[in-house]
């Protein structure tokens, strides 16, 4: 049996931009999916998920193929993840030329779906690294992070970028650009998280993105200018001015919301937190319903949120300076 465990994140610049060449900046938190992988001796893959936000779950079935079985149809969230573990075991079966082997696969997750702060990226991350290690195989980061990337890219029809994947896999703050990827300095920032308890639709959002792009030019300029604020946060980010980061956040935020992928929930956590005093507040991830992430290093915003209506749950976040972790 190999456990791996791996970090989700926030983005604190860029998402849907940099679905457009544009670059962003994730920063990796100590919230933490792992992932146990043991060999079986046929080629069946097996599945057992706990605290995915959801009730526990068993799920068993003859291979990428056959579909999901036992899984209730309104468990959306759950068969998407049930996706991420195929599209991992896959990867390893390619990487390793195991073409056949089969796995019990038993997962436990921090990080609520879909919610923003990089829940598949982490999942699949250490499922990867965990499956192959159970073949004797210890991937390199890069490796893993392409790896990883690929299945996220295969179960999201062709709409994902590098950056959950590859921060996941090597920790800390990165910046993503197209097919770069590297760590930058990040000072340790006050991370405050607030969760609506719902979801977004990380396909449809970054649809109307690009519907929207296509159809003004004005929303083409909202992209390009998300780019300069993630270029000019990235100076901020290295000097450590966390006032100014949090002000590059809410300009971030505006424009996220001017692209339409904000909702009412998001919008009245961040003002929530803006009045509480953070430094500043944004949406994280796809958008359309999840989490806010703001930077407060007093207990004011996290307790400003906990009494906000629409925010389910409150929390702060270390920032993790280790990705992808090998547990046993
Ligand atoms: O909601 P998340 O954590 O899957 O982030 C989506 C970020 C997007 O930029 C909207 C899409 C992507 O793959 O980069």
């Known amino acids: 049996m190999a456990v791996s465990s791996a970090p989700g994140k926030v983005y604190l610049f860029g998402e849907h931009a940099v679905v457009y060449?544009?670059?962003?900046?994730?920063?990796a938190i100590e919230l933490r999916a792992r992932v146990g992988v043991e060999k079986r001796d046929d080629s069946k893959l097996r599945v057992h998920a706990e605290d995915l936000s959801l009730d526990g779950?068993?799920?068993?079935?003859?291979g990428p193929t056959d579909g999901h079985p036992d899984i209730d149809a309104s468990e959306s969230l759950v068969s998407a993840a049930m996706g991420y573990v195929?599209?991992?075991i896959e990867q390893v079966r390619d990487v390793t030329g195991e073409d056949d082997v089969g796995f019990d696969v038993t997962i436990e997750s921090d990080i609520p779906l879909g919610a923003g702060i990089g829940s598949s990226a982490a999942v699949v991350v250490a499922a990867i690294d965990a499956a192959a290690r159970e073949l004797g195989v210890t991937l390199e980061t890069d490796e893993l992070a392409e790896r990883a990337y690929?299945?996220?890219?295969?179960?999201q029809d062709g709409q994902a970028s590098r950056a959950d994947t590859f921060c996941s896999a090597t920790g800390g703050a990165v910046r993503v650009e197209g097919d770069d990827c590297r760590p930058i300095e990040a000072p340790d920032l006050p991370i405050v998280i607030g969760f609506d308890g719902g979801a977004g639709?990380?396909?449809?959002?970054?649809?109307?993105?690009?519907?929207?792009?296509?159809?003004?030019?004005?929303?083409?300029?909202?992209?390009?200018?998300?780019?300069?604020?993630?270029?000019q946060g990235e100076e901020v980010l290295a000097d450590g001015d966390v006032?100014?980061?949090?002000?590059?956040?809410n300009f971030n935020h505006g424009l996220l919301s001017a692209l339409?992928?904000?909702?009412?929930?998001l919008d009245t956590m961040v003002w929530s937190a803006r009045d509480a005093g953070a430094y500043g507040a944004k949406l994280t991830g796809a958008g359309g319903g999840g989490c806010i992430v703001a930077l407060d290093p007093t207990d004011e915003t996290e307790t400003a949120l906990s009494f906000t209506p629409g925010c389910e749950k409150a929390f702060r976040a270390e920032l993790a300076d280790e990705g992808v972790k090998q547990l046993e």
């Not at 109307?208 to 296509?214: A, F």
């Open 21 to 27: 060449g544009e670059p962003a900046v994730p920063c």
């Open 86 to 88: 195929d599209g991992a």
């Open 150 to 155: 690929r299945t996220e890219y295969e179960v």
């Open 243 to 249: 006032a100014e980061i949090g002000r590059l956040m």
């Open 260 to 265: 339409g992928v904000s909702s009412r929930s």
């Open 57 to 62: 779950f068993t799920v068993e079935y003859g």
């Open 201 to 231: 639709d990380t396909g449809e959002l970054v649809a109307g993105v690009r519907n929207l792009r296509e159809e003004y030019e004005f929303a083409a300029d909202t992209v390009e200018t998300i780019g300069d604020v993630v270029r």
